[in-house]
């Protein structure tokens, strides 16, 4: 019923700024959705989510120098990542249908229903 397509990733330097984004097909309005990223040989973590009703949660490794938002007119979700930092190369990928309340907590990967195939940020020095 849902599909999620990734885009924005790629290489910057230390301090540089990116922006993902996420194009969704099907009804995602009332679905909890969020960011997870992905570095080779670590478990998948969560960076920011958003619930129905605007509220947004942060891995505290990201808090003030990440955003997430959504564009419910487009079916869209972002992430403007600023500030950034080599740490924050990994995959990143958008999720979507989380659990109850997860503009609150973020939960993990196991508790969101739908995936996208992940786009790479690498953040060099």
């Known amino acids: 019923q849902v599909q999620l397509v990734e885009s924005g990733g790629g290489s910057v330097q230390a301090g540089g700024s990116l922006r993902l984004s996420c194009a969704a097909s099907?009804?995602?309005?009332?679905?909890?959705m969020a960011w997870f990223r992905q570095a080779p040989g670590k478990e998948r973590e969560g960076v920011a989510a958003?619930?129905?009703?605007?509220?947004?949660v942060y891995a505290d490794s990201v808090k003030g120098r990440f955003t997430i938002s959504k564009d419910n007119a487009k079916n869209s979700l972002h992430l403007q990542m600023n500030s950034l930092k080599p740490e924050d190369t990994a995959m990143y990928y958008c999720?979507?249908?989380?659990?109850?309340?997860?503009?609150?907590?973020?939960?993990?990967?196991?508790?969101?229903?739908?995936w996208g195939q992940g786009t790479q940020v690498t953040v060099s020095s």
């Open positions: 099907g009804y995602t309005r009332s679905y909890c």
């Open positions: 999720a979507a249908d989380g659990p109850f309340m997860c503009g609150y907590r973020l939960g993990p990967p196991h508790e969101y229903k739908y």
């Open positions: 958003i619930d129905s009703d605007g509220s947004t």
